[in-house]
């Protein structure tokens, strides 16, 4: 193996970062402005106008949510919610009072008074749980922008109102990529994060190109300059040709479709699944041709919770996303609890490398009722509804793991289990492990995490976070080789199976469904549907055979020419 696996290009004009969502845009720069911070702790100058000074945070707040108020109505859905709801936030008289209250009794300044209002408010809110403590999280970007009409700095965050453009940040928050419009960001740029980061996964979601990991980014791409990004190849290109431009156009004009079922060109079946996390996802998925779930994260129903939901509102949960798929295939993996996932009823506080803690499965070595409970409301909601539920474990690492899994299955009635193949034990062990379980699907952004030991969050570790890593293809290899061994079907559900090209190479090792975000199942299909069998395994050869991602990637793109036919 070479020691210097980060892809490279000699052409200047080209920085190189990891492709993590496909497609080719171009468009002027624009560059995310980043918080103002914390004010100086300072007080006011002797002899300032104290009522003055406290005077100008009412008017400011006003301002705040008057921009929030007309950037909700110019869009729709849950992008609007989430708008009017931080503009509710900028409107709370506490903030506000608080705030102006301290510039009296403190003699702060204006922005500090914000700042530390800020920091009780929040306080207050997480301390009553629930809801109310999700919205601490609006109380800072409130605060944010309030110190910035204050302090005449930038409006931090995406811009609003502008033409479409390719945004470049050192990283996203998560809110900010749930806020981007596909109609007006082009592609995303981020010297950070990774292919599995938030940024990526949503990116894939919306559709938007995007390239990670770029070195040079924010810096080396100026506001306003146009640049070319092209999401498959992780590169963007500064200064590009019109021949270049014009081909970026007409990508973004063409809009494909899925129509199932997914087979290569020799009508080889491979069934194209959706990953979904709440109802809206399911029936998203379901409009767009999805052949099932391949995996549905439950955690959904957990998340900012101190305790555990009741079994009847998970059957209600569960329900909703079952009633999209009638006489589907629907797989539900059971909670993933851990790590970036901490819940205060399952998981220790006090571990000192939770990634490699008490996470998924492990779980329920600590709150058995806590599984028994979700079998249960599972196998009572596939009672009521027409999906053909599976049911999967994360995080499984031993046999006896999956005999314990499958046969807590079976006491709820729930007839087909599976596990993820997250750990490259399980790979290792894929024989013994499918002798007990009915199925394998494989996470393959834990499953890289885990093999190449890099954290899946850090973007300074791109390259080592690449599901191409020859490495993690041959673990793949060798879950496919212990399903056939035990004539258990394997499938992908990380999102490797999202890239097309890694696709043709998933099924040339055998892999027999592939689970992805519902965006990317069109172009899947399409680059599927142009490869035959033989060409699936020879590709797979050639990615298992390579000696770093770079070279996997390159060798296997190079040997498809509907890559480029379609703009991918
Ligand atoms: C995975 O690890 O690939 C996976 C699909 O699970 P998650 O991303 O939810 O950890
Ligand atoms: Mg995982």
Redo the contacts with the bound molecule.
């Keep these: 193996m070479r020691i210097d696996d980060q892809p490279t290009t000699a052409d200047p004009r080209t920085l190189q970062g990891v492709g993590v969502s496909p497609g080719l845009a171009a468009g002027p720069v624009v560059l995310l402005a980043p918080p103002p911070g914390e004010p100086a702790a300072e007080p006011l100058a002797e002899g300032a106008d104290v009522e003055a000074e406290a005077a100008r945070i009412r008017p400011a707040a006003e301002q705040v949510a008057a921009a929030l108020t007309a950037a909700a109505a110019s869009v729709t859905g849950e992008r609007r919610d989430l708008l009017e709801t931080t503009a509710q936030m900028a409107q709370d008289p506490s903030l506000v009072k608080t705030a102006a209250k301290r510039v009296r009794t403190d003699r702060l300044t204006a922005p500090r008074a914000v700042w530390e209002a800020a920091a009780t408010v929040a306080e207050q809110l997480r301390a009553l749980g629930g809801y109310m403590a999700e919205r601490a999280r609006d109380v800072a970007d409130v605060r944010d922008r309030l110190i910035a009409e204050l302090t005449g700095a930038p409006v931090p965050g995406v811009p609003r109102g502008v033409d479409p453009f390719v945004l470049v940040a050192t990283d996203l928050a998560p809110a900010d990529t749930a806020l981007l419009d596909p109609a007006q960001v082009r592609a995303i740029v981020t010297a950070e994060g990774g292919p ?1 980061s938030h940024t990526a996964i949503l990116a894939r979601a919306l559709g938007i190109p995007a390239v990670v990991g770029v070195t040079g980014a924010p810096t080396a791409l100026p506001a306003g300059a146009v640049v070319l990004v092209d999401g498959s190849a992780g590169t963007v290109r500064t200064d590009p040709g019109p021949e270049e431009l014009a081909a970026a156009e007409r990508r973004a004009t063409l809009e494909r479709t899925f129509t199932p079922p997914g087979r290569t060109a020799d009508g080889h079946p491979v069934q194209l699944l959706a ?1 979904v996390g709440d109802p809206a996802a399911a029936a998203g998925a379901a409009a767009a041709g999805a052949e099932g779930v391949g ?1 549905f ?1 439950t955690e959904f129903c957990f998340l900012d919770r101190a305790q555990e939901p009741g079994v009847a509102e998970q059957v209600a949960a569960y329900r909703a996303v079952l009633t999209h798929f009638p006489g589907k295939k629907v797989v539900v993996r059971t909670l ?1 609890a851990g790590a970036d996932k901490p819940l205060p009823f399952v998981t220790a506080d006090d571990e000192p490398n939770p990634a490699l803690g008490v996470r998924g499965l492990r779980t329920a070595r600590r709150a058995p009722e806590v599984l028994d409970h979700q079998l249960q409301a599972i196998a009572e909601a596939a009672g009521a509804e027409q999906a053909e539920v599976w049911v999967m474990a ?1 995080m499984v690492a031993t046999a006896q793991e999956t005999e314990d899994f499958v046969a807590a299955c079976a006491r709820h009635g729930l007839p087909t289990a599976g596990v ?1 193949v ?1 750990t490259p034990a399980a790979a290792l062990l894929s024989g013994p492990v499918l002798a007990r379980a009915h199925f394998a699907s494989i ?5 890289t995490q885990y093999t190449m030991a890099a954290d899946r969050m850090l973007g300074s570790l791109a390259e080592l976070t690449d599901s191409w890593q020859p490495a993690v293809l041959r673990l793949i290899s060798a879950t496919c080789a212990g399903g056939a061994q035990q004539s258990r079907p394997v499938g992908v ?3 490797a199976a999202a890239d097309p090209a890694l696709a043709t190479v998933l099924v040339g090792l055998g892999v027999s469904s592939l689970s992805m975000t519902p965006r990317a199942l069109a172009d899947v299909a399409a680059v599927l549907a142009a490869t035959d069998l033989a060409t699936c395994r020879r590709l797979a050869q050639l990615a298992v055979d390579a000696e770093s991602a770079a070279e996997a990637r390159a060798r296997v793109r190079a040997e498809l020419p509907v890559l480029a036919d379609l703009g991918l």
């Design positions: 599995t990953n995996l994260r993933d994360p993820m997250e996470g393959t952004n834990d499953l559900c990380g999102e």
